[in-house]
């Protein structure tokens, strides 16, 4: 079956970095463009990242350019995201999302001091 | 920037009966293509969003035919006909027409009275 794997959350000091991982299983990784999604604590759904299957391109929401960046791996199903200066604002579960057929279960990052 | 704006943000539904959430959009979503790229999604308490509805009004696999898409141009609906304990939840609708960015109604919470 389908599964969406995301790790590499975690508790970061402001400024800091993190690198978040989602190994993929059960869909034909290589041909779905990928989304980044992150749920900051009671509230709602906001689209982060995304990046087609042939890493041609890559889009950032307006907050996060220049600080994150998306990236993947087809031989290996698995997708990324590095991110760096990290603020308060960035506190989220982050989703892996394809294509938004399929989600991950999401993996916390919380940005404090 | 597509704003899309969703309402109510909170509604209390007799088991039963039925339940209707609007999702209205600053531009038109029909695409080039002739597609129109409104979706809705589910959130569960405690658990990952999934997709209940594509392009307005395709049921995916697995979702119940109480949940019905209808819509065009700038105004949606999801309807869940018959409301059961389990549709409790948070209820978005996503458009992806104009990308990016990708944009999320602020959601729609679905409780039992």
């Known amino acids: 079956q389908v599964q969406l794997v995301e790790s590499g959350g975690g508790v970061v000091q402001p400024g800091g970095s993190l690198r978040l991982s989602c190994r993929t299983s059960?869909?034909?990784?290589?041909?779905?463009?990928m989304h980044w999604i992150r749920q900051a604590p009671d509230k709602g759904l906001e689209w982060v990242a995304f990046?087609?299957?042939?890493?041609?391109?890559?889009f950032y929401t307006d907050s996060v350019k220049g600080r994150f960046v998306i990236s993947r791996d087809n031989s290996k199903n698995t997708l990324f995201l590095d991110m760096n200066s990290l603020t308060s604002e960035d506190t989220a579960v982050y989703y892996c999302?394809?294509?938004?057929?399929?989600w991950g279960q999401g993996t916390l990052v919380t940005v404090s001091s | 920037d597509v704003v899309v704006t969703q309402y109510p943000l909170s509604l209390a539904v007799t088991l039963g009966q039925s339940a209707s959430i609007s999702c209205r959009s600053s531009?038109?979503?029909?695409?080039?293509?002739?597609?129109?790229?409104l979706h809705w999604f589910q959130q569960r308490p405690g658990q990952s969003p999934r997709r209940l509805i594509y392009?307005?009004?395709n049921r995916d696999s697995g979702v119940p035919d109480r949940f019905t898409g209808s819509g065009s141009g700038t105004d949606f609906t999801l309807t869940i006909g018959r409301v059961e304990a389990e549709d409790v939840g948070v209820y978005y609708c996503?458009?992806?027409?104009?990308?990016?960015?990708?944009?999320f109604g602020h959601g729609t919470r679905v409780e039992i009275k």
């Open positions: 999302v394809g294509d938004y057929d399929y």
């Open positions: 059960g869909f034909t990784f290589s041909t779905y463009g």
């Open positions: 990046i087609d299957p042939n890493k041609n391109y890559e």
């Open positions: 531009h038109s979503l029909v695409s080039g293509d002739g597609n129109t790229y």
């Open positions: 392009k307005v009004s």
């Open positions: 996503l458009q992806g027409t104009h990308w990016p960015p990708w944009t």
